[in-house]
T-cell receptor, first 111, second 116 residues
Framework: DAKTTQPPSMDCAEGRAANLPCNHSTISGNEYVYWYRQIHSQGPQYIIHGLKNNETNEMASLIITEDRKSSTLILPHATLRDTAVYYCIVRVTSGTYKYIFGTGTRLKVLA | DTGVSQDPRHKITKRGQNVTFRCDPISEHNRLYWYRQTLGQGPEFLTYFQNEAQLEKSRLLSDRFSAERPKGSFSTLEIQRTEQGDSAMYLC??????????????FGEGSRLTVL
């Protein structure tokens, strides 16, 4: 699976949009981009995923560049409860389907 | 609650003892994964099952570790002769893989192991 690169930490003011970048320059054509988050002492939680089109759900938006080498997770109105570690993962949707987690981005939402 | 459940949530043991963790996945999910997470790191893949078959094991899974999923339902992860380096959070996740389903993982809350 392709490796991803994320900044180790970010701060965001409460109520503002949080934009979390991810580089995945070696992504293959059949690999999806997934985002998970992990709130302290809990298991990771699925947020969103996409292949090449931008995606939006009730939690977040995912913007994938046209060359698919990077993506941005957008939390439109961050709240204190969004403070967590956010993981960007790329994986094929066949075979093992296993996820290879990096160290993620620790997002701190400030009051 | 129909999510992934893990038991026990916390386990403290002495070095050299055996420990066993149990995971109950979401009932219709055919895949079950075990991950290990240490402080400040992302989860590391250990092994996974499709139904009752164990299809892949990470090289992290030494011969002291064994996992089973009898009848393709719950799973157990046993660690024999525990070492202090085994102290970690052990996470279980399940997913449903079929057709075009992209199989996102649903994680349990984890079992935290402390080896003294």
């Amino acid at each position: 699976d392709a490796k991803t690169t994320q900044p180790p930490s970010m701060d965001c003011a409460e109520g503002r949009a949080a934009n979390l970048p991810c580089n995945h320059s070696t992504i293959s054509g059949n690999e999806y981009v997934y985002w998970y988050r992990q709130i302290h002492s809990q298991g990771p939680q699925y947020i969103i995923h996409g292949l090449k089109n931008n995606e939006t759900n009730e939690m977040a938006s995912l913007i994938i560049t046209e060359d698919r080498k990077s993506s941005t997770l957008i939390l439109p109105h961050a709240t204190l409860r969004d403070t967590a570690v956010y993981y960007c993962i790329v994986r094929v949707t066949s075979g093992t389907y296993k996820y290879i987690f990096g160290t993620g981005t620790r997002l701190k939402v400030l009051a | 609650d129909t999510g992934v459940s893990q038991d026990p949530r916390h386990k403290i043991t002495k070095r050299g003892q055996n420990v066993t963790f149990r995971c109950d996945p979401i009932s219709e999910h055919n895949r079950l994964y075990w991950y290990r997470q240490t402080l400040g790191q992302g989860p590391e893949f250990l092994t996974y099952f499709q139904n009752e078959a164990q299809l892949e094991k990470s090289r992290l899974l030494s011969d002291r570790f064994s996992a089973e999923r009898p009848k393709g339902s719950f799973s157990t992860l046993e660690i024999q002769r525990t070492e202090q380096g085994d102290s970690a959070m052990y996470l279980c996740a399940s997913s449903l893989i079929w057709g075009a389903n992209t199989g996102e993982l649903f994680f349990g809350e984890g079992s935290r192991l402390t080896v003294l």
